[in-house]
Every structure is written in structure tokens, then in C-alpha cells.
């Protein structure tokens, strides 16, 4: 470590870290309500056990991209952060108000919850990822503008680097799509609109920026590659994401009462967006063959290789699936959406969020990377979580093309109660996989604590 | 480059870097998928598209092909000419590039100009949706292309680069040709063949 | 088989020139407004022979790797060759 306010970065990843499991824990429950339909009632509904999932999911994931923003940026600008004492301020301010919704959508009926935070004043709740009371809204807008401004002010009166521009760029826009939350119209079209500008222009926009720059710092970092050459690689995949993510919003404009044309533009473009994510494996894997030093934490270059590959897959290969609007006619909301969600997010972003805390935390623990055996325990992590992530994907792909052909496709359609009947099964094996994945995850924390002989290097 | 012996056969690497290649290769299928699109609507809406290509402006079209073949070509000499050390006159070439360029540009614009003001937008019909999304966006790959071209014209003007180090120059350049490849078969495709 | 240098400018020059000429007889058949299987094939042919130089001479992928000619010359190929099929019955 460099620099002394990185270790701000370390509380970041350990709130994030907690909220996966949180977030996980949520998911097995809802995966078991699948199948038990009556499992937890009435504690825990349903429809309240999804939006936590969600809703943690995007907050962890917040935390996580802040604390590696905090690492990475006093690294990159070569100065102190601009202020660490915000840092930590809005560090507390986050998790409380993080902590107070989760416990107000638990504690209260979602309409209590509304009453009780003076919805009514200027209603932005009861959409899907952006249930969040309008108050929690606010404050996250003000966490958000106070750390793009304590990382703004440290690039910009620090070295400036491309990798440093490009994630100042994704959090920027990070803050400002957000603001498409506060905008609620009572036109249905116009409010889905609208929505898709957080949802969409986040996870296919923004985003993608924020992961190109962490995953190229990583590499760079650990595989001493000129920096040119990975900045050269960041600029075109960028380039790329933008060209095609930004037209691509389209693919979610097929349905919903705007003009025609957006089925035109939505299924050309967002069938290129994973040539994107193509590349950045491409990168990946050539800067790691390219590489000038073998760095002794293999755990997080596995991550960055793996983040590489599972993005693609995930947002990818499995976007492209049912991105064309005449496939998409028939697929669109069903369990096919559920695997590409699962998996994108889990490559894209849960995957680079746990790389760059595999290639940090170590180092903000004073040492290079971590013992062999607790390298090892987290490679063993790595691929229970990945493999089962993996198996939860094709169980819900089989799921879904069940259901589009039983519900949608056949001369003798079903009702979607009917279907859900026949799928059954595919819930059974996807609640199986979702319970390896936590095993992963408890053998993930657990090589946090595994000791052993630490790897000798120069700290890099 | 060595005259290469008779059994051992030495290929040249692509010139520029290899990530623009990267990206070219991606834009391309991009604008490949584009125009299949375009070609096989068209079959289908033929009354369409025959009666509305008509209004579309030929001239202006036409003008913009040269604009950009010749544009093209400056920036080759451009090329030609820092391999030789000559990077005043290279940046000369690069600067005609960059005005032919920035006709087509104006062109354009007075072309969408003229269809907007006619009341033409994206729901006109799938004509007009495939005209302006297509030329739409081969118009923002030329603002793009000019902008690597501007960057590279101010670094060659600075003598930053010379006959051994130009991989800028190469990698702008063929960025540049790319775009004009794409316009080449656009023009005839949506102006002229029916 | 003799590989001419690419860097020749004069070699330039005469391709811009066949790129401008080809470039004409294109407009000029849309001007004329003839319409038909023959036009097309002609339009068509000369996108092939302008692309094929933009390709080979003004990016320069003459005497690069094999791969890369393909994949570049197939690219325009294909793509002309999918036009052709879809504009054939028209």
C-alpha cells in the first residue's frame, strides 16, 4: 500500500462482503419459496424476500465499487485521498441508511413503509430495483456526490491516468442516471422509459466503465505490462461498450408502447454488446500470457481471468440469447431473463468487485498476498461459487425454455401457474446450486482467517 | 523492408496497433449486420424503399464518396510521408485530410438538415428509419475518426513522431480508412442501387 | 510473383483516381435511374474493386498475414455477396 487513506478502502469491503452473505442468504430463502411456496410465511413474503435479494445486491455491490475507488485512485493520482474523513463519514451515513431500509422493508408492509417515509410528498417508490423509500433515495444521491467529489478532486489535482479517467467517468455518470430514480411520471411508457435510464444505462453503460477500469488496474498491477498497452485496450473496449450499450438501452423499449423502430435499433445494437465483453477477455488473457512478473497473489489474477470470462458469458452469451426482438417476443420475462441475470451480474460485476478485493485486502493487511494455504481455500471458493453460479444459469435456462414453449410457444398453451408446475424440478436443482454457492461464499470468508506462511515480494 | 528470401516468407505486421484492428473488426461486423438488415427489409418493403430512395440526395452523396476516398488517400500519403522522416509535410497531408473531412461533414449536415425540416424523423417509416440510423451513424464514426485524426495531426506537427516510431499515424490512419470503407459500400447500398 | 512496395505514392495516386472514377459511374447509373439486375451487378462489382484497394492498399493489409486479408477481403465479400442475394429477385 502507497499510501495511507487507502486503508479506507478496507471498511468498505468488509460492509460489502457482509451484505453479499446477506444478500445470498436472501436468495437461497427466495429459491426455496420457489418450490415451498408457504416457506417463512408470513415473515418473510416473497415478494419482500426478492427485493432484499435485489436491492442488496445493488448496495453491495455500491459499497464495493466505492472501496475499490478509494484504493485505486490515491494509487493511480500518486497523492493522499482528498479527504479521507468524508470518505469515512459517508462510509457510516451509507450503511446505516442501507441498514434502515432493509430492516424497514422487513419490519413493515411495503404501503407502512411508503406512509411512514412521506412517499406521498414525491412518490419514487414501488419499482422494480428502486423500491427504496424516497428518503433512502436522497441519501444515496448525497453519498454518491460526496465521494465523486473526493475522488474527482483527488485525480484531478493528482497524476491523471486513463485508468483513473475512465473509472471517474463511470462513477460520474453512476451518480447522474441515478437521478432518473427521482423522475416517477404516471404514463406507464414514459415511467418504464425512463426506468430502463437507471437500470439499463447502469449495468450496460456506466457500469462496464467502472468494471474496465478496476479490472485493468488489476492487471497491470499484477501482471507488470506496460501501462500503455493496457490503457491502448481500455480506451477501445470503452469505446465499444458506449457505441453499442448506449443504442443497445433499445432492447428494452420492445414492449412497452414506444415506437417501432426501437426493435429495430434494440436488437442490432445490444446483439453487439458482447463484442465488448469479447474483448476485455481477449485482454485479459493476453496481458496475463504477456506478463513481466509472476505475482504471488494467484488467487486474484484467477478472479481477474475469471471476471473476464464469466462477464462474457454471462452479459454476453446469454444476453445475445434473447436479445433480438422476435426471440424476445416469446421470452421476454420469463425464467430466461432470471439466468441472464444471475449470470451477468455475478461475471460482471460480483466477480470484479471480488478481485479487486483479492488483490487489496492482502496488501492493506501488510502483506503481498495471502499464504498458499489461504490462496488455495480461496481458489477452492473461487470455483464452488462459479461452478454452482454456472449450474443455477442452466438450470434456469432449462427452466425458462420449458416454460416459453409450454406457456407461449406451443398450439395449447398453459397458464403460468400450470407451467411453474411442470419446472418444478429445475427450481429443485437451482435451490441445490444456490446452497453450494453459499458454502462457497462461507469458504470464501473463511480464507480470510486461514494463516500460514506469507509470500515474500516487493510490494506492487 | 529486406528482400526476403525465396522459402521464408515475411509478412508485415497490421499496421497501427493491434487493438485498433480489434475494434475496426468489431466495427465492422457491426456495420456488416446493418446493412444485411437494411438489404433484406428492403426485400421485403420494396415499394417502399424504391419510392422513397428517389427523394433521397444523390449529389450531395456523390460528393461526400470523393470527400471521403480523397480524404482517404491524403491521409496514406500522410503515412507515406513520416515513413520518410517528413513530418511537417505528413502533418499537411493529415491537416487536407482532416478539411476533406470536415466537408463531409457540413454536407451532412445540410442534408439531415433538409430531411428534418421536411418533417422526416425515425417513424417516418422503415425507410427513413434505416436512412437516418444509418447515416446517423456512419456520420458519428467520421466525428470520430476526425477527432483521431486531429490528435494525431497536433502530435505529428509537434514532431513527436518520425520514421521509426509512427504507430500513431498508422493507427489513426487506419481507423480513417475503415470509415471510408463503410461509406463505400453505404452510398451505392442506400443512394443509388434499387 | 513481384510484390509491389505500397508505399509508392504514385501508386496511391492512380488508385484514388480509379477509386473517384469508379465512384462516378456509380452516381452516374443512379442518375440515369436505370434500375435491374444489370445496374446492380455493376454497382455492386465496383463496391468489390474499390473496397478491395481501400483494403489491400490504402490499410495497408497487402503482404500482411494471410489471416487477415481473409478475414478483411471476406468481409467485404460477404457482405456485398448478401446484398446481391437479397436485391436479386427485387
Excluded at chain 1, 481455500?377 to 453460479?389: A, G, P
Aim: aromatic letters at 16%; one cysteine or more.
Amino acid at each position: 500500500m502507497k499510501y495511507q487513506s487507502q486503508l479506507v478502502a478496507q471498511k468498505y469491503f468488509i460492509a460489502a462482503l457482509s451484505l453479499f452473505l446477506g444478500q445470498i442468504l436472501f436468495g437461497v430463502i427466495m429459491g426455496m419459496q420457489y418450490v415451498v411456496g408457504d416457506f417463512l410465511f408470513p415473515e418473510i413474503p416473497f415478494n419482500i424476500a426478492r427485493m432484499v435479494h435485489t436491492n442488496l445486491l445493488i448496495v453491495w455491490l455500491l459499497f464495493a465499487f466505492m472501496g475499490a475507488s478509494y484504493y485505486l485512485v490515491p494509487e493511480e493520482s500518486e497523492r493522499e485521498l482528498y479527504s479521507p474523513a468524508l470518505a469515512n463519514l459517508m462510509f457510516w451515513i451509507f450503511l446505516v441508511a442501507g441498514a434502515l431500509t432493509v430492516l424497514g422493508y422487513l419490519l413493515f408492509t411495503y404501503s407502512e413503509l411508503a406512509a411512514l417515509t412521506f412517499n406521498e410528498l414525491w412518490p419514487t417508490m414501488g419499482r422494480e430495483f428502486l423500491e427504496q423509500p424516497t428518503i433512502t433515495k436522497v441519501g444515496i444521491v448525497i453519498v454518491a456526490l460526496a465521494f465523486v467529489f473526493n475522488i474527482g478532486m483527488t485525480i484531478l489535482t493528482g497524476r491523471k491516468t486513463v485508468v483513473s479517467l475512465v473509472l471517474l467517468t463511470g462513477l460520474v455518470g453512476l451518480a447522474v442516471f441515478f437521478l432518473f430514480a427521482f423522475y416517477n411520471p404516471v404514463n406507464v411508457v414514459l415511467d418504464k422509459y425512463w426506468w430502463w435510464w437507471v437500470v439499463h444505462l447502469w449495468v450496460e453503460g456506466v457500469w462496464e466503465l467502472i468494471l474496465g477500469a478496476i479490472l485493468a488496474f488489476v492487471l497491470i498491477k499484477v501482471t507488470g505490462v506496460d501501462r500503455e498497452v493496457i490503457e491502448k485496450w481500455l480506451y477501445i473496449i470503452i469505446a465499444m461498450t458506449l457505441i453499442t450499450g448506449i443504442i443497445g438501452t433499445g432492447h428494452h423499449y420492445f414492449w412497452i408502447g414506444t415506437p417501432d423502430y426501437w426493435q429495430w435499433l434494440g436488437s442490432i445494437f445490444s446483439a453487439m454488446e458482447p463484442i465488448p465483453f469479447f474483448m476485455m477477455t481477449l485482454f485479459a488473457f493476453n496481458m496475463v500470457n504477456k506478463r513481466r512478473r509472476d505475482h504471488p497473489n494467484k488467487a486474484a489474477v484467477l478472479w481477474a481471468l475469471g471476471t473476464a470470462v464469466m462477464a462474457f458469458l454471462g452479459a454476453g452469451v446469454w444476453g445475445f440469447m434473447h436479445t433480438l426482438a422476435p426471440i424476445n417476443y416469446y421470452t421476454h420475462g420469463t425464467q430466461i431473463t432470471a439466468a441472464h441475470g444471475h449470470m451477468a451480474f455475478y461475471g460482471a460485476y460480483v466477480m470484479i468487485s471480488l478481485t479487486m478485493i483479492s488483490y487489496s485486502m492482502p496488501i492493506m493487511r501488510g502483506k503481498v498476498a495471502n499464504s498458499q494455504a489461504a490462496q488455495t481455500l480461496e481458489m477452492w471458493s473461487f470455483w464452488l461459487m462459479t461452478v454452482s453460479m454456472v449450474f443455477i444459469t442452466l438450470f434456469l435456462t432449462a427452466a425458462g425454455i420449458l416454460q416459453v414453449y409450454l406457456q407461449r410457444f406451443t398450439d395449447t398453451p398453459i397458464t403460468f401457474m400450470q407451467a411453474q408446475e411442470k419446472i418444478e424440478i429445475f427450481y429443485w436443482l437451482r435451490e441445490v446450486s444456490g446452497i453450494v454457492f453459499l458454502i462457497g461464499l462461507i469458504v470464501y470468508f473463511i480464507s480470510f482467517f486461514v494463516k500460514g506462511e506469507e509470500p515474500q515480494g516487493v510490494e506492487a | 523492408m529486406n528482400h526476403t528470401d525465396k522459402n521464408i516468407v515475411q509478412y508485415k505486421p497490421l499496421p497501427g496497433d493491434f487493438a485498433i484492428w480489434v475494434f475496426i473488426f468489431a466495427e465492422l461486423l457491426v456495420f456488416g449486420i446493418l446493412f444485411i438488415s437494411y438489404a433484406f427489409t428492403r426485400k421485403y418493403n420494396l415499394e417502399l424503399f424504391n419510392h422513397h430512395q428517389q427523394f433521397l440526395d444523390r449529389e450531395t452523396g456523390a460528393i461526400n464518396t470523393v470527400l471521403l476516398i480523397t480524404s482517404s488517400y491524403f491521409v496514406v500519403r500522410a503515412v507515406d510521408a513520416i515513413k520518410k522522416n517528413m513530418s511537417q509535410q505528413s502533418a499537411r497531408w493529415l491537416a487536407l485530410g482532416l478539411l476533406c473531412g470536415a466537408a463531409f461533414v457540413v454536407f451532412k449536415i445540410l442534408e439531415f438538415n433538409e430531411k428534418f425540416s421536411e418533417g422526416i424523423t425515425l417513424s417516418t417509416n422503415i425507410f427513413y428509419m434505416f436512412y437516418l440510423c444509418l447515416t446517423g451513424f456512419h456520420f458519428m464514426h467520421v466525428l470520430l475518426g476526425m477527432v483521431i485524426l486531429a490528435f494525431i495531426l497536433v502530435k505529428t506537427h509537434r514532431r513527436k513522431y518520425n520514421a521509426d516510431d509512427h504507430d500513431g499515424v498508422e493507427t489513426g490512419a487506419s481507423y480513417w480508412h475503415m470509415v471510408d470503407l463503410v461509406w463505400i459500400i453505404l452510398f451505392p447500398l442506400v443512394y443509388i442501387i434499387r | 510473383m513481384t510484390r509491389f512496395a505500397i508505399t509508392s505514392s504514385t501508386k496511391a495516386t492512380l488508385i484514388w483516381l480509379l477509386l473517384v472514377l469508379l465512384t462516378l459511374v456509380t452516381y452516374g447509373l443512379g442518375k440515369i435511374g436505370y434500375s435491374g439486375t444489370f445496374v446492380i451487378t455493376i454497382v455492386l462489382a465496383s463496391v468489390l474493386i474499390k473496397g478491395h484497394h481501400i483494403i489491400a492498399d490504402f490499410m495497408g493489409l497487402r503482404g500482411t498475414e494471410k489471416k487477415w486479408r481473409w478475414l478483411m477481403q471476406g468481409w467485404l465479400l460477404l457482405i456485398v455477396a448478401v446484398i446481391a442475394t437479397a436485391y436479386r429477385y427485387s
